[in-house]
Every structure is written in C-alpha cells, then in structure tokens.
C-alpha cells in the first residue's frame, strides 16, 4: 500500500484522548503499540492482510485514524473493520456518564473520576491475547510480566517496518501451537505457563475455543465457567478476559493482588482488603465493576 487513508471518528461524551494516551504510555514496557508525542501507533491484523495505524486527536475532540501501512489498500469494508476494532479498543460505544453518577458517592471512586475524567476501560480486543496476557501476568510482577510478553511478542509475532521502527502483531495460535515446553520456557516462562499458552493456542486452532463462542453466552458465570475449562486460566484470569476483550460489565478479578493494593491506598487499610471484603465493598459497583476496577487499576500506575 503506498497510498495514505486518514479519517475521523466521532468520540462519544466523557471521551478524553489525553487521559486514554497517559494510560498508554504509563502502563508498562508494552510491545503492542508505540506512542509517538500525542499519537499512538499499533498494528493491527485483520485476517491474512495487516495494516499500521496512527491515532490522534482532532480539534473538535474526535479522533484520526491514519493508516501509514498496510499489505492491502483499504477497501471501505476494511475501513469500516479498523473504525470498530479503534472503537471497542478504547470502548468509545459505552456510555460511562451513569458510572460517572455512581462513583460520585462513593469512598473510593469519587477522587479518581475527577482525576482520570475521559479515561476509558481500554480494551484487548485480540481474545488470543487477552488469554495470553492473562496467563503470563500470573502471580508475578508487573514489570515482569511486560518483559516476558516482549519476549514473546518479538520471538513469535510478526514486525511491521515502519520508518525504520517494528510495529509488532501478537503471535497467532499457529504460531504456538507446536512449539514446545522447552523452547517456551527459554524465554523464562515458567513449565506451567509454557504448557497453558501452548493449550490455548492448540484450542483455538482446534476451534475447541473461540471468541464467537464465548460472545454468545448469555451470562457472565456462562462465559466464566466456559474459559476455567481451559488448563491453567482461573477465575482470575477468566474474569480479567472478561472484562478487558468481552466487556462484561461486572466482571470482577478480586483475587487481583492490584487491586486488592489500591483499595487498601485508597481506603487508607492497615492490610489488604479479603476476596469477600472485596465482594461487599463492590456490591454498590453494579454494572460498573469492570470500570471500577480498571479506575483503580490506573490509580497504581503512577506509583510503578
């Protein structure tokens, strides 16, 4: 493709590209998109074709899309696929001014409305990925975490080049699907996270797993209960999944060491707060539990 393709999106309302951007750039050693001053760069795959994107802001607060590379030109249906992975990636078809009203009353929410106003529940629409990042950051650190997915990003996914920089697509299950323990575990995964991202990998091939599957369950526990089936993901990992690439508004980690962390900050706890003290603290959180979490995750990162 030789030919540049920029559009807009329209961006819904408590939208703030700024806030969505400093998440991005905070999180961690990500590999999976690039930030360039107030513009963010990912590939994307779509199918056998792939394509580099940049998004910014424009004026009027909607956001660009500017397609600096792709093995295809975009056809208006590709177009119409990179607008919908841009809008579930940032979540811009949710309407968050009801959790906005919500939080305003409550002790541990009201603070960080105010100081992440616009931020959105970013998403990780690849569900490969989503189960990949899920078992890799287990009961580990998250600066760890975001050096063994570079690893293996960049030792079994594919680079884009791009005015001289790599632009990585997440590997794809056939691309792990037979490899084996041993090679896996040279990037330092440990034995039984080699052997969990192999049998994912080998279930989606199988067609065992799929995200269409998943998305037609009517339940939140249906879905749950449907991915712990899967060696080596939990209820953890399960309802991280769940709300980072299904969007399941009460999907709720609280085994998550993070979150336990930032309710304890926020609530001022001589100790971290129970799996069951999270339930009930949580109860008020209906519906918006997987925001809630997510506004709380964020308040961590500016302390990592």
């Known amino acids: 493709m030789h030919e540049e393709l920029t559009w807009q999106i329209e961006a819904p309302k408590a939208f703030s590209f700024e806030q969505n951007l400093l998440y991005l750039a905070e999180g961690g050693d990500e590999c999976t998109y690039d930030i360039q001053g107030n513009h963010v760069r990912k590939a994307i795959a779509l199918g056998e074709a792939y394509f580099l994107i940049e998004l910014s802001e424009a004026t009027n607060g909607n ?20 607008t919908s ?4 990636w940032f979540d811009l078809d949710t ?6 009203e919500m939080a305003k009353a409550d002790d ?19 569900f490969f990925e989503a189960l990949c990042w899920g078992i890799i950051g287990q009961q580990i650190n998250l600066r760890f975490a975001y050096k063994l997915k570079r690893r293996f990003v960049e030792t079994y996914g594919q680079a884009i080049e791009w005015d001289g920089e790599q632009y990585w697509l997440f590997p794809t299950p056939e691309a792990i699907c037979n490899v084996s323990v041993n090679e896996l575990m040279s990037l330092q995964l440990s034995q039984n996270k080699s052997a969990y991202l192999i049998g994912v990998a080998q279930a989606m091939v199988r ?32 309802h991280y999944v769940l709300m ?3 969007r399941f508004p009460d999907a709720f980690p609280v085994a998550d060491v993070g979150l336990q962390n930032a309710v304890k900050q926020l609530g001022e706890m001589e100790k971290k707060p129970s799996k069951e003290e999270l339930i009930q603290l949580g109860a008020p959180w209906e519906n918006w539990k997987s925001y809630a979490t997510f506004y709380l995750w964020r308040s961590l990162y500016e302390k990592m």
């Open 63 to 82: 956001v660009i899309i500017r397609v600096l590379k792709g093995s295809i030109f975009p056809s208006e249906k590709i177009k119409a696929q990179l």
């Open 85 to 88: 992975f841009v809008r579930d």
């Open 95 to 100: 309407d968050i001014l009801p959790f906005y």
């Open 108 to 126: 541990y929410l009201h603070s960080l409305i105010d100081h992440y106003y616009g931020l959105r529940n970013i998403g990780i629409p690849n």
């Open 207 to 238: 067609g065992v797993l799929s995200k269409e599957n998943i998305q037609a369950l009517p339940s939140l526990q249906e879905a749950e209960q449907e991915l712990t089936k899967q060696k080596g993901v939990g209820a953890w990992t399960a």
């Open 244 to 246: 980072r690439c299904f």
